[in-house]
T-cell receptor
């Protein structure tokens, strides 16, 4: 299985600023990479998928990049809001079905 | 509404007991999964099943067992052989090829050994 590393420290940002989260992996580049949001005591919720041949993907205020040379994905939340406060997980797709997850980065947006 | 239901939300186990966590989905998904989440660690795969009556071990299957007798149901038993069972357990499901839409997760069961 892949070793997946996300920012270990929590991210505290002011409302309106951009939060940038990092996901690094160590082995082969996966064909797909996914990002999930997890609220305390809840299961993760799927946000975005990016393919290895896509450099960037956007969904509303979210932007994901995927650099297979650096073995890294960046996740940006622009114009952040307090409601964006949560833990964000990256996941690498292995085969058709199996996901390997990072430990997540907790984001707190201050009003 | 379609979704995944996990029960109970909280479960307490005495030393030496087996306990079973329930997971039911009405999404008509073929594949189902059990993950364990510990503080500061990523989700770790315990077992997964792609079709009824078939399942495979994940990365940390020791001390756990599952069954898949119905498409909708994938219960997980935490046996007394699991030495450190206190954790947050998450069940998920997906279509057989899930890459484009991700997993759908339940709300989790928090298991505590007392």
């Amino acid at each position: 299985s892949q070793k997946i590393e996300q920012n270990s420290e929590a991210l505290n940002i002011q409302e309106g600023k951009t939060a940038t989260l990092t996901c690094n992996y160590t082995n082969y580049s996966p064909a797909y990479l996914q990002w999930y949001r997890q609220d305390p005591g809840r299961g993760p919720v799927f946000l975005l998928l990016i393919r290895e041949n896509e450099k960037e993907k956007r969904k509303e205020r979210l932007k994901v990049t995927f650099d297979t040379t650096l073995k890294q994905s960046l996740f940006h939340i622009t114009a952040s809001q307090p409601a964006d406060s949560a833990t964000y997980l990256c996941a690498l797709v292995e085969g058709d079905y199996k996901l390997s997850f990072g430990a997540g980065t907790t984001v707190t947006v201050r009003a | 509404d379609g979704g995944i239901t996990q029960s109970p939300k909280y479960l307490f186990r005495k030393e030496g007991q087996n306990v079973t966590l329930s997971c039911e989905q009405n999404l008509n998904h073929d594949a189902m999964y059990w993950y364990r989440q510990d503080p500061g660690q990523g989700l770790r795969l315990i077992y997964y099943s792609q079709i009824v009556n078939d399942f495979q071990k994940g990365d940390i299957a020791e001390g756990y067992s599952v069954s898949r007798e119905k498409k909708e149901s994938f219960p997980l038993t935490v046996t007394s052989a699991q030495k450190n069972p206190t954790a947050f357990y998450l069940c998920a499901s997906s279509p057989k090829v899930q890459v484009l839409i991700g997993y759908t997760f339940g709300s989790g069961t928090r298991l505590t050994v007392v």
